[in-house]
T-cell receptor, first 110, second 115 residues
């Protein structure tokens, strides 16, 4: 039931783009995205609800394809501050079940 | 507005002992979730409490238990500690039950080391 994220790890140079994918085996109602920097607690980025919407947050945006039970996080023109581990969290249509994904380690280098 | 607080921040225990961790959510938040984080395992869901009731439970043995008080503060207890219980334990609070349009706010975590 834990969603699977890909890639597991990615290294980027400043200014490059990245895509992080989150796939679930269950029909989804919502997808949440969080970022955790080393030694810190996870911090909320955005929520996408059933309906296939796309959201943006500065240069970080996400999409939600409920038919494919997938969400993707897009980071454009990456900055050093984007480094960290990204987690998706998914809630199934049946409710009452919320699980975080396996995590994607993203490192941005100068 | 004060954030989520967890006490203690660090703890060292011996195998076989038990431990109680505490979490105070953001004022007004009624949902508290607990997660275990170990290298390579991500955020493993332990349980969620909402209005003093356990709403969900993850796949952890019965040695892991929790409760929530009327002021929404929550405690989790691990009995008969094993070496594999060494981890960062995070709690997160939310206005409403986890999911939907409500984000979670995480505390700094309690680092438990079992020797």
């Amino acid at each position: 039931q834990q969603p699977v994220q890909s890639p597991q790890a990615v290294i980027l140079r400043e200014g490059e783009d990245a895509v992080i994918n989150c796939s679930s085996s269950k029909a989804l109602y919502s997808v949440h995205w969080y970022r955790q920097k080393h030694g810190e607690a996870p911090v909320f980025l955005m929520i996408l609800l059933k309906g296939g919407e796309q959201k943006g947050h500065e240069k970080i945006s996400a999409s939600f394809n409920e038919k494919k039970q997938q969400s993707s996080l897009y980071l454009t023109a990456s900055q050093l501050s984007y480094s960290g581990t990204y987690f998706c969290g998914t809630e199934s249509n049946t409710g009452n079940q919320f699980y975080f994904g396996t995590g994607t380690s993203l490192t941005v280098i100068p | 507005k004060a954030g989520v607080t967890q006490t203690p921040r660090y703890l060292i225990k011996t195998r076989g002992q038990q431990v109680t961790l505490s979490c105070s959510p953001i004022s007004g938040h009624r949902s508290v979730s607990w997660y275990q984080q170990t290298p390579g395992q991500g955020l493993q869901f332990l349980f969620e409490y909402f209005s003093e009731t356990q709403r969900n439970k993850g796949n952890f043995p019965g040695r892991f238990s929790g409760r929530q008080f009327s002021n929404s503060r929550s405690e989790m207890n691990v009995s008969t500690l094993e070496l594999g219980d060494s981890a960062l334990y995070l709690c997160a609070s939310s206005l409403a039950p986890t999911g939907g349009p409500y984000e979670q706010y995480f505390g700094p975590g309690t680092r438990l080391t079992v020797t």
